[in-house]
């Protein structure tokens, strides 16, 4: 695919580093199995967990943790303090953060964004208990986006020209990685709009690039990770449709993204320097603001947050993407976030402030088995947002 040329001129020409720190301080779901060369997990039922929900509240952010059951059936099991504040963009229409992955759990941690603090939070997870083990600054401003594998950690800063910051995880603890910090050159203000903050930061499975998906500009950077976790000084900047947001891996070497624009998904082959290949068309769901993307063994579920749906995509055996089902739930309370265990997978609905269950059937179809409410529904421009499981 031709790649932005004249774009990515003028974003490198802005790309520098962000200054020093201040004074104060991933997941796929298994479900049914999945192509040998695509690692999708089995599907299987039986064990227990939890479910966290970030709440995102501006006087101060929280994680309320839910224990979820041999059927994927959620419980309350407590809410803890973050240690920071929550955040918003500017003209955000339901999902106050405007990203996907602002809570991730990853090798028994959990971590969370403090959008208005500009802080990381880490947490020890043991079973439906958290304990605060560090808060971090995430490198600059309003932090939106987190990705782990193996001991590094990424956290997407989506304020003011947004950047990358880099951190090397010990005995679970972050320890900010020299010559880890990128600029993305995005000119935003702080808090940036909506529409132009950049969306969602990932580690691609071979933990050779860090990619970060731009809505407005329509374009993803890749990063180049250097032998201790550094970044190279200037990404690749690869075209990526119409307003990409979310995206998620289905091989070792190639990615689907949503396009909210074009209400569709796209499949991309990511080449050994970091260049964006599209695979195939783009493939249409005839919904609304298709924006977040989970997979979940042979399936991937795409949150549409202006029709409130999810739909149902797959990859064929011979790399076709392909829509199963436009309309695999209607949920009716602004789709965001989600997330996925065991073969279930859990919605986070912003306006109707609930989290809903969903078994994933081996043709999949989906079916509710859950549904929590209580959490804070999006109003005045805030709400809550970031969703994971253990």
């Known amino acids: 695919m031709k790649r932005s040329v004249a774009l990515a001129t003028a974003l490198l020409a802005g790309l520098t580093s962000v200054g020093s720190p201040p004074g104060t301080a991933l997941a796929d779901g298994g479900g049914p199995g999945y192509h040998d060369d695509r690692k999708g997990g089995e599907h299987h039922h039986g064990d227990e967990g939890a479910v966290f929900v970030q709440t995102n509240k501006a006087e101060g952010n ?93 956290v997407l800063n989506a304020g003011g020209e947004g950047s990358v910051q880099g951190f090397e995880l010990h005995k679970g603890r972050l320890s900010r990685i020299e010559d880890a910090n990128r600029s993305l050159g995005l000119h935003n203000g702080n808090p940036p709009a909506f529409g132009t903050a950049p969306a969602q930061v990932k580690i691609d499975p071979d933990s050779e690039f860090v990619l970060v998906s731009t809505k407005g500009a329509n374009v993803m950077f890749s990063y180049e ?38 209400n569709a998904v796209s499949r991309f082959e990511l080449e050994d320097d970091g260049t964006l290949d599209q695979v195939g068309p783009s493939v249409p769901n005839g919904q609304q603001a298709p924006c977040w993307i989970q997979r979940v063994g042979d399936y991937f579920f795409v949150a549409n947050a202006g029709s409130s749906t999810i739909s149902s995509y797959r990859v064929d055996d011979d790399g076709k993407l392909e829509l199963v089902r436009n309309v695999a739930a209607d949920t009716g309370g602004g789709s965001i976030d989600m997330t996925a265990k065991d073969g279930f997978l859990y919605v986070q609905n912003a306006t109707a402030g609930n989290v809903q269950g969903y078994e994933v059937n081996e043709d999949g179809s989906l079916k509710l088995v859950t549904t929590v409410e209580g959490l804070p529904k999006f109003e005045n421009g805030i709400g809550m947002e970031g969703i994971a499981a253990s």
């Open 62 to 154: 929280t994680i309320k943790v839910y224990d979820r059951d041999e059927d994927g059936r959620l419980t309350k099991a407590g809410e803890y303090e973050t240690g920071g504040l929550g955040g918003f963009t500017i003209g955000a229409p339901l999902d106050a953060l405007a990203s996907q992955g602002s809570l991730i759990y990853h090798k028994g941690l959990l971590f969370a964004v403090n959008a208005g603090s500009n802080t990381v939070t880490v947490f020890g997870v043991e079973g439906t208990r958290l304990h605060k083990l560090q808060v971090i600054w995430s490198g600059g401003l309003l932090p939106v986006s987190i990705a782990a594998r193996g001991d590094l950690v990424y």
């Open 225 to 262: 990770i250097g032998r201790h976790g550094e970044l190279a000084s200037n990404p690749v900047i690869s075209d990526a449709g119409n307003t990409p947001f979310g995206f998620t891996f289905d091989t070792e070497d190639s990615l689907l993204v949503t396009e909210s624009g074009a």
